[in-house]
């Protein structure tokens, strides 16, 4: 699959302990301005120790790829493959993959989700908003997936330093090396024997959506509206009191499900099709539609859509600035169907163009849910 030239940002030429990688960069996936911190002082730590064997290696939460690419650049006899629950990310790790001229294997995973086998060394830099449970299952599961003697190597913000004292206070953890820098900590770590990880990591709390009966949520860690009811979401329960009904609905980037919800509460469609970039949302969307409605949704994980989708209507959730080129590249496939988009204005606003005809819109704090026809339409035919 070719990258859009519009969501490549730049590329970046990243000089690293001998070893030179080009990498093309997105704004919607994190450090796009340059290689970060964190992962140099994580990949300046593997040359202190040792004990390290590098035949099978793990690139977890890839990002657009630098840290196993580099492993693989600096031996090109080493095993690596790199994964990451985000599809834009891993199509830009395999991209910059071949740019490289570099023979590793890309896969979009949750987690531990689709590896395979065991590995010599797990090596990932921890996101910053990492939960107790979401460390726990990187670090458990890791233990799970390492041969006799592998490692995990991890970079963390110093934020979340107390909770990774918390992980590695554990009978069967060994660390094998330990550094503490400005902003970041490093740890490489050995198992004993085997930990088992959380069943529900993900799991943050609930969120109360009031529909016809009051509907609660599991949320998880990692998504927008986790706790309270976002004002888009807010402005969309307004908006689908008056939009015609539809059987099929197409909901694209559906967060932890709750616009779906109350898409179906107030429409009755027979037919629900997730889509996103991000496993995690498809998970949760999913589990919470499932749970709470006759429906059981289609999911489909994609970087961006490729072709116009068939439905009858498509509920679109604009939250991010950095992800409106990616917006934008999803609208070119989509100005021929009828849309409900909901989010920050602004953000809307900029998506939507002039490529539809707006037929009602209701707005709150600064948030909206906009009813658009493709411009040949005059009503929901």
Same mark, same amino acid.
């Not at 004990?51 to 492993?71: M, N, Q, S, V, W």
């Not at 976002?230 to 059987?247: E, M």
């Given at each position: 699959?070719?990258?859009?030239?519009?969501?490549?940002?730049?590329?970046?030429?990243?000089?690293?302990?001998?070893?030179?990688?080009?990498?093309?960069? /997105? @704004?919607? &996936?994190?450090?796009?301005? #340059?290689?970060?911190?964190?992962?140099?002082?994580? *990949?300046?730590? $593997?040359?202190?120790?040792?004990?390290?064997?590098?035949?099978?290696?793990?690139?977890?939460?890839?990002?657009?790829?630098?840290?196993?690419?580099?492993?693989?650049?600096?031996?090109?006899?080493?095993?690596?493959?790199?994964?990451?629950?985000?599809?834009?990310?891993?199509?830009?790790?395999?991209?910059?993959?071949?740019?490289?001229?570099?023979?590793?294997?890309?896969?979009?995973?949750?987690?531990?989700?689709?590896?395979?086998?065991?590995?010599?060394?797990?090596?990932?830099?921890?996101?910053?908003?990492?939960?107790?449970?979401?460390?726990?299952?990187?670090?458990?599961?890791? /233990? @799970?997936? &390492?041969?006799?003697?592998? #490692?995990?190597?991890?970079?963390?913000?110093?934020? *979340?330093?107390? $909770?990774?004292?918390?992980?590695?206070?554990?009978?069967?953890?060994?660390?094998?090396?330990?550094?503490?820098?400005?902003?970041?900590?490093?740890?490489?770590?050995?198992?004993?024997?085997?930990?088992?990880?959380?069943?529900?990591?993900?799991?943050?709390?609930?969120?109360?959506?009031?529909?016809?009966?009051?509907?609660?949520?599991?949320?998880?860690?990692?998504?927008?509206?986790?706790?309270?009811?976002?004002?888009?979401?807010?402005?969309?329960?307004?908006?689908?009191?008056?939009?015609?009904?539809?059987?099929?609905?197409?909901?694209?980037?559906?967060?932890?499900?709750?616009? /779906?919800?109350?898409?179906?509460?107030?429409?009755?469609?027979?037919?629900?099709?997730?889509?996103?970039?991000?496993? $995690?949302?498809?998970?949760?969307?999913?589990?919470?539609?499932?749970?709470?409605?006759?429906?059981?949704?289609?999911?489909?994980?994609?970087?961006?859509?490729?072709?116009?989708?068939?439905?009858?209507?498509?509920?679109?959730?604009?939250?991010?600035?950095?992800?409106?080129?990616?917006?934008?590249?999803?609208?070119?496939?989509?100005?021929?169907?009828?849309?409900?988009?909901?989010?920050?204005?602004?953000?809307?606003?900029?998506?939507?163009?002039?490529?539809?005809?707006?037929?009602?819109?209701?707005?709150?704090?600064?948030?909206?849910?906009?009813?658009?026809?493709?411009?040949?339409?005059?009503?929901?035919?």
């Amino acid at each position: 699959m070719d990258i859009p030239a519009p969501l490549i940002k730049k590329r970046l030429t990243f000089n690293f302990s001998k070893v030179t990688l080009d990498l093309d960069v /997105s @704004q919607a &996936l994190f450090s796009s301005f #340059t290689v970060d911190k964190g992962t140099k002082a994580l *990949l300046n730590s $593997l040359r202190k120790n040792d004990a390290i064997e590098y035949t099978r290696c793990l690139d977890l939460g890839c990002g657009y790829g630098p840290i196993g690419l580099f492993l693989k650049k600096q031996d090109p006899l080493r095993k690596v493959e790199l994964v990451d629950r985000d599809h834009l990310a891993v199509l830009f790790a395999a991209h910059n993959a071949t740019l490289n001229n570099l023979d590793v294997l890309t896969t979009p995973s949750l987690g531990y989700d689709a590896t395979q086998g065991n590995y010599s060394l797990i090596i990932t830099n921890f996101p910053a908003k990492a939960s107790l449970p979401g460390l726990q299952a990187f670090v458990y599961g890791a /233990s @799970q997936r &390492l041969t006799e003697h592998g #490692t995990i190597a991890v970079v963390i913000v110093r934020e *979340l330093i107390a $909770l990774m004292e918390k992980v590695l206070d554990h009978e069967h953890i060994r660390v094998t090396y330990e550094e503490h820098k400005k902003g970041h900590s490093i740890y490489h770590i050995q198992f004993t024997q085997p930990i088992t990880p959380p069943k529900n990591p993900y799991t943050r709390g609930t969120l109360a959506v009031p529909l016809t009966t009051k509907t609660l949520l599991e949320t998880a860690y990692g998504l927008h509206e986790f706790d309270t009811l976002s004002f888009g979401s807010q402005a969309l329960i307004k908006l689908l009191k008056n939009v015609p009904p539809a059987q099929h609905v197409f909901a694209l980037e559906p967060g932890q499900g709750t616009g /779906s919800l109350i898409a179906i509460n107030a429409m009755q469609p027979q037919q629900l099709t997730h889509c996103s970039r991000d496993l $995690l949302s498809l998970l949760v969307a999913g589990n919470n539609v499932k749970r709470s409605t006759p429906l059981t949704p289609t999911s489909l994980g994609t970087p961006f859509l490729q072709q116009q989708p068939t439905t009858d209507l498509v509920l679109w959730r604009i939250d991010h600035k950095k992800d409106l080129e990616v917006h934008k590249e999803n609208a070119k496939f989509l100005r021929q169907l009828p849309v409900v988009m909901y989010g920050k204005r602004s953000f809307v606003t900029k998506v939507a163009g002039t490529q539809w005809r707006l037929q009602r819109e209701d707005t709150y704090k600064g948030h909206c849910a906009q009813y658009l026809l493709p411009k040949h339409l005059t009503n929901h035919e």
